[in-house]
């Protein structure tokens, strides 16, 4: 598939969607407490896609993905499965979000601390949402998307962490993943240049120690092969005219996007 160019109506779409996913994530934080489960947490978020947006959760029977949500604990990289365990004081959780609206996707994560994290988790996931930021900054015409993935890569290993390479952002629209795919890492001046209209989403999946993963038995849930901790922040972009327009952008993001470190 070729990389899709968004006219004016599929944008002010792709901007309903992306506000949509969200407002989900803003909509769960009080409900990410010890205890709760992360099916619990996917049954708040499905009734209030379907039942409050009006709206359809991306994921769920998506290549026969069973839930309507991602959850991702501790060293848990991306696409765990909810399920009955109970989040517990110190856990990290990432809830990735994706929902369909009028036919386009909005698609947004963010890591979630379950009471008092330890510093170490604290640091990682500060660093991984600013590691999105600087690649979301390089976002213009005329960027590559070797750009971006070098700036993500070159950001996170001067804090000697690590990025995962298997999996990558990719572009958004009619469908949940487009061409380009938007590697986390990679070589400036490479790659696709960027044009205005382009949508695609950034979502470094970074680790504390090394790279490697593997695929638990379930056939989705990604974790760090030496279980090390793991942490991934997603927004959904698009290229303007004259830089970017976040379509994912929360209200707590407003006033500050970068974390303070
Ligand atoms: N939301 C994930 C992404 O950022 C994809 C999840 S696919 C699923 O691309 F099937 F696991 F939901
Ligand atoms: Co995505
Ligand atoms: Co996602």
């Given at each position: 598939?070729?990389?899709?160019?968004?006219?004016?109506?599929?944008?002010?779409?792709?901007?309903?969607?992306?506000?949509?996913?969200?407002?989900?994530?803003?909509?769960?934080?009080?409900?990410?407490?010890?205890?709760?489960?992360?099916?619990?947490?996917?049954?708040?978020?499905?009734?209030?896609?379907?039942?409050?947006?009006?709206?359809?959760?991306?994921?769920?029977?998506?290549?026969?993905?069973?839930?309507?949500?991602?959850?991702?604990?501790?060293?848990?990289?991306?696409?765990?499965?909810?399920?009955?365990?109970?989040?517990?004081?110190?856990?990290?959780?990432?809830?990735?979000?994706?929902?369909?609206?009028?036919?386009?996707?909005?698609?947004?994560?963010?890591?979630?601390?379950?009471?008092?994290?330890?510093?170490?988790?604290?640091?990682?996931?500060?660093?991984?949402?600013?590691?999105?930021?600087?690649?979301i900054e390089q976002v213009r015409p005329g960027t590559?998307?070797?750009?971006?993935?070098?700036?993500?890569?070159?950001?996170?290993?001067?804090?000697?962490?690590?990025?995962?390479?298997?999996?990558?952002?990719?572009?958004?629209?009619?469908?949940?993943?487009?061409?380009?795919?938007?590697?986390?890492?990679?070589?400036?001046?490479?790659?696709?240049?960027l044009?205005s209209?382009?949508?695609?989403?950034?979502?470094?999946?970074?680790?504390?120690?090394?790279?490697?993963?593997?695929?638990?038995?379930?056939?989705?849930?990604?974790?760090?092969?030496?279980?090390?901790?793991?942490?991934?922040?997603?927004?959904?972009v698009l290229v303007t005219e004259d830089g970017h327009e976040v379509?994912?952008?929360?209200?707590?993001?407003?006033?500050?996007?970068?974390?303070?470190?």
């Open positions: 598939m070729s990389v899709t160019i968004k006219t004016r109506d599929e944008i002010e779409k792709m901007r309903v969607a992306g506000r949509l996913a969200a407002q989900v994530l803003e909509m769960i934080q009080e409900h990410v407490q010890p205890g709760i489960t992360t099916g619990e947490l996917d049954r708040i978020c499905d009734d209030y896609i379907r039942n409050v947006q009006q709206a359809i959760p991306a994921p769920y029977e998506y290549r026969g993905f069973p839930k309507s949500i991602c959850t991702s604990v501790n060293y848990q990289v991306c696409h765990g499965i909810p399920g009955n365990k109970k989040l517990k004081r110190g856990d990290i959780v990432n809830v990735d979000i994706t929902v369909i609206k009028d036919g386009f996707h909005g698609d947004t994560s963010k890591m979630f601390f379950v009471g008092e994290p330890s510093i170490l988790a604290r640091r990682l996931v500060q660093v991984t949402q600013n590691a999105m930021w600087t690649g590559c998307l070797g750009d971006i993935g070098h700036a993500i890569q070159a950001f996170v290993e001067s804090h000697s962490y690590s990025v995962v390479r298997e999996y990558c952002g990719h572009g958004i629209g009619r469908e949940f993943h487009e061409d380009p795919q938007v590697l986390h890492y990679g070589t400036p001046g490479t790659g696709l240049e044009q209209g382009m949508c695609f989403t950034v979502e470094p999946m970074v680790n504390a120690g090394k790279r490697q993963v593997k695929l638990l038995p379930d056939g989705w849930t990604v974790v760090t092969k030496d279980r090390s901790l793991s942490a991934q922040w997603e927004h959904t379509l994912t952008l929360r209200q707590e993001e407003l006033g500050q996007r970068r974390a303070a470190q």
